[in-house]
């Protein structure tokens, strides 16, 4: 499709791939849960999950945006106060850095603590391969600054991101973060590539969303997407193209809140 047509068939959703151990997780109230639908509750007790099973005592702690990253936040702070939990947190973007103080956490940034224990996000697809796609909340960018910079990125995610490839299940388009001066001629080399790129608009204020870094965003329609690392390295040659939402190879583990309840694992395939 669109010449990224996978070679060889990765592997695809089943049940044999979640993991069948325990997760372990602090028992949810149901005054915690009151007021959430089936999705939100599905996020709530991935976030809870990822948070008790990666956190410790002395880390040094990247949160995430998004929905999803709310619940966490909640659960380390909890954790925090009832454990003495000595952590520092590193936002991603301006809406997790006030998470992080409205929680009464402690702030630190990349350049005092260059180095993560584990940074823990949400995703708005995660395939079979444990690759995402982020971005649809716009902070694309410094998400993948700190992922790139912890020892373990934790994926948390509801049901509804499961996808046997990507852009299978999301179908707004791979999130682009583009220089502003130039997101016209970025687009029509998009279009070359078989794109169908659309300039993403504010909801709250007149003209085009704007990045944390001050950069634009272009949601790209590339379809199901079997070979996303060879799509991601000729965008990332077009000038002005500053970071794309794909996250390949980067999570070890996902977190997936079901709509039964339970929560489900899935582990990285071991990388060649």
């Known amino acids: 499709m669109r010449g990224y047509a996978c070679r060889r068939s990765p592997r695809k959703f089943s049940l044999k791939l979640f993991s069948v151990v325990d997760v372990k997780m602090a028992e949810i109230s149901q005054e915690v849960l009151q007021g959430l639908d089936t999705v939100a509750q599905a996020k709530l007790r991935a976030a809870y999950a990822a948070v008790d099973n990666h956190v410790k005592d002395g880390q040094v702690v990247g949160i995430g945006s998004g929905s999803t990253v709310v619940f966490a936040v909640q659960r380390l702070a909890q954790r925090v106060r009832d454990e003495n939990l000595r952590v520092i947190c590193i936002p991603t973007s301006f809406q997790a850095r006030q998470l992080i103080l409205e929680n009464k956490l402690v702030l630190g940034d990349l350049n005092a603590n260059p180095v993560l224990d584990v940074a823990i996000d949400g995703a708005d697809e995660v395939s079979a391969q444990l ?104 965008l990332l040659s077009i000038p002005g193209l500053v970071e794309t939402g794909f996250f390949l190879q980067m999570a070890v583990k996902a977190y997936f809140g079901m709509q039964d309840g339970s929560v489900k694992t899935l582990d990285a395939p071991a990388r060649q």
């Open 131 to 234: 690759d995402c796609i982020k971005g649809g909340g716009g902070c694309l960018l410094q998400e993948k600054i700190v992922a790139s910079n912890a020892d373990q990125l934790i994926i948390i995610a509801d049901y509804s991101k499961i996808a046997d490839y990507l852009g299978s299940v999301w179908k707004k388009g791979v999130p682009l973060e583009v220089i502003a001066d130039c997101y016209v001629p970025i687009m029509r080399k998009l279009e070359k590539m078989g794109g169908k790129p659309v300039l993403r608009m504010a909801k709250a204020k007149a003209g085009p969303c704007v990045t944390d870094n001050g950069n634009f965003i272009v949601d790209c329609d590339f379809g199901v997407m079997q070979e996303p690392a060879k799509l991601e390295q000729q």
